[in-house]
């Protein structure tokens, strides 16, 4: 069953490209943007639309970047090489507000397109010659002459002149207008095609056709066009990618899961009465929903975020001892070697000795002696261990469970697909638990995240004493740093602890994922672990101070005895990487200072300050950068120093670095598979979209009715994808 109800011969959305505009055309698209079919390429939609009669802001280019355009022709001249034979071609456009010259090297016949008054658009690599600004061989598309007769415009020349001209998003290779030309070539091509929108769920909606949606986002002749055009293809894009989540949703549901109930009087009572802290009201209410979803024959996929100490951990724990204590195993898989070091000792001094000896807590990393790791696969393979804690070492051949009915996954972002379904696999449909401290605004939940059911942890346990945030602007301020280090000074002399956190463990060695420490080859080298170590053992004040360094290069058994001495009060400073991000709990830890901050994302930089203020310690976060004032990255570092709100940090996180790719693997970053839907701005898109999905899906859960809609389901998802969302 195809989406398309072809003529005969005629293209359809799945019709490839290569037949259409030729081998080289097509391969410098799907080089380029990955286009392959004409659905492909129809659903490239042009960024923006330029007026004919509106010229571009000439004024606001930004050098060393390719663009594209509208501008008119003020005058031409020729001049004659000094060094060399030869002449170059200068032609001044402008905006009326700004001046660019084109230039070019020996094609003076080019003279003869390029007169005074002529308009076009123009596209090319935006340069800076001599303090004016310049495209050196730009490619350029005229506009014909607008008034067709001699008598006025006519009525098509008037349609001509006010529509709006796409611009779409161009290489240097392929400008907007040759992406506009192989648009128009494809759209002629192209056969009638079935809506992926059931006829009543567009009706009610005044949207329209899909054919004619396609036909005017990218063929406007008013801008009324391309906007309705939008809106449907906007609410559609929604709408499928709601009913692929929702079809997930329902195919993990029909999977049959041992319910997992605690006892009376078990381990999960007799743990609640041993805890010396009363449970916040939201980890009461995250705790019954996880203990309703265990207590069903299916599997549970339930996500909890919380706040950075918000306790995620003990509610965590309170599940996996649900499951054990029906016979059951618990599997917790942590991003870091450090997190899950962290993490045993942490369940182990919650349990106290006579819990720890009936569910007997067990580590599983990669960096364990081979004995000791052959122990522990024993322990966990007879069923002995029935919490189980690890890394990326859970997932080998050589660790088996006896019955594994949990898998709690700790900072889902950090794991990939095949990692968390190789955990899952170990056991018969169990139950999932996906943990994350990065607060998720609802609409992103709902599209990343909308075949699980997600709880949320807002409230922070009792006594915490907060954290202060300041930026150090090193641009304005550079005097202003050894003033960090003495405040450093100041708290370590109150008998309190501090981590030093920098981007890389030495110069040009990034770690987990940062820029590289050079990323243009002449600005200043990141921060390192070595550097900012010496420079503190250097400092006066610093010169008694017990520092140590962390970072992923050492052995496991080299950061766990860091941990272990940080958190027994033996050092003083922690000298770090991202290492520490997540999970490292030291009540006494009252500072954090993170070298060149710019350097990190917003909620990384809210991970790192929640590492301190942990308990009735008042908290201080430094964040230091050289950045400058009214830039993108101090921004940034603005609005994490102006609110602890986790919540209200990812919205400005989101908008800042766009969705990331929702269907795949990866989750952040400025790739997007999303085409016009913007999670921040249309929650009421997606909201609606998703309402009508479910009602579509309730009636015919296996779209038999709606072939169209199957057909838009199977082309949204590309391999990766697919194999994500398949997975529970």
Known sequence: MTADRSVEGAATLDTKLSGLLGGPTAKAMERAWGLVTVGDLLGHHPRRYQPRGELTALDRLPRDENV?????????????????????????????????????????????????????MFAGKVSDYRGALQLAHPDYELFEDETRTDTGPDAAALRWATAPIPIYPATATLSSWKLQRAVALVLDALGPVDDPLPESVRRAR??????????LVHRPERDADWKAAQRTLRFTEAFVLQSVLLERRAAARAHEAVRRTPAPGGLLERFEASLPFELTDDQLEVGVQIHADLAEPVP????????????????????MLAVAESGGQAALLAPTEVLAAQHLRSIADMLGPELAAEVMPTLITGQL?????????????????????????????????????????????????????????????????????????RTVAMTVFGD???????????????????????????HWRPRVWERLAEELEQGRQAFVVSPAIEPKVA?????????????????????????????????????????????????????????????????????????VDVPNASTMVVVDADRFGVSQLHQLRGRVGRGSVPGLCLLVTRVEAETVARERLDAVAGTLDGFELARVDLELRQ??????????????????????????????????????????????AHPALAAAVRRRLDDDSSEYLSRG
Do not use: C, Y
Not at 108 to 119: C, D, F, H, S
Not at 676 to 683: A, D, E, I, N, W
């Open 511 to 583: 770690e987990d994922g940062l820029e590289p420490a050079d990323p243009d080859g002449d600005a200043a080298p990141a921060a390192s672990v070595a550097s900012v170590l010496a420079e503190l053992r250097a400092h006066p004040r610093l010169a008694e101070v017990r520092i140590a360094p962390l970072h992923g290069r050492m052995s496991a058994d080299e950061k766990d005895a860091t941990m272990r001495a940080f958190a027994a009060g033996e050092l003083d400073v922690l000298v770090a990487t991202t290492v520490i991000e997540v999970g």
């Open 659 to 704: 969705e990331g790719d929702v269907l795949g693997a990866i989750q952040s970053g400025r790739r997007t598979s999303l085409k016009l839907l913007r999670v921040t701005r249309h929650g009421d898109v997606i909201a609606d979209a998703r309402e009508a999905a479910a009602e579509v899906l309730r009636d015919d859960p296996d779209l038999a």
């Open 369 to 441: 002696p081979a004995a000791d790791r052959r122990r522990a696969a024993l322990r966990v393979a007879a069923g002995q261990a029935r919490i189980v804690v690890g890394t990326h070492a859970l997932l080998g051949d050589t660790t088996s469970f006896a019955d594994l009915g949990l898998v709690v996954v700790d900072e889902q972002h950090r794991f990939g697909v095949e990692q968390r379904e190789a955990l899952r696999l170990k056991g018969r449909h169990p139950h999932v638990l996906v943990l994350t401290a990065t607060p998720i605004p």
């Open 68 to 120: 594209t355009i509208v501008a008119e022709v003020l005058e031409v001249r020729e001049r004659t090489m000094r060094s060399r034979r030869g002449s170059i071609l200068e032609a001044k456009i402008s905006d009326g507000r700004g001046v660019l010259t084109l230039t070019f090297f020996n094609q003076a016949w080019r003279a003869r397109e390029l007169k005074p008054g002529v308009r076009g």
């Open 452 to 478: 699980l059911d997600v709880s949320t942890i807002r409230q922070l346990p009792a006594g915490r004493a907060g954290i202060t945030t300041h930026v150090v602007p090193l641009a304005e301020r550079p």
């Open 206 to 215: 005044g949207l329209l056709a899909h054919r004619e949606a396609l036909e």
């Open 300 to 319: 549970m996929n339930r996500l909890v975020q919380g706040e950075v100490g918000s306790g995620k951990t003990v509610v965590a724990l309170r599940a």
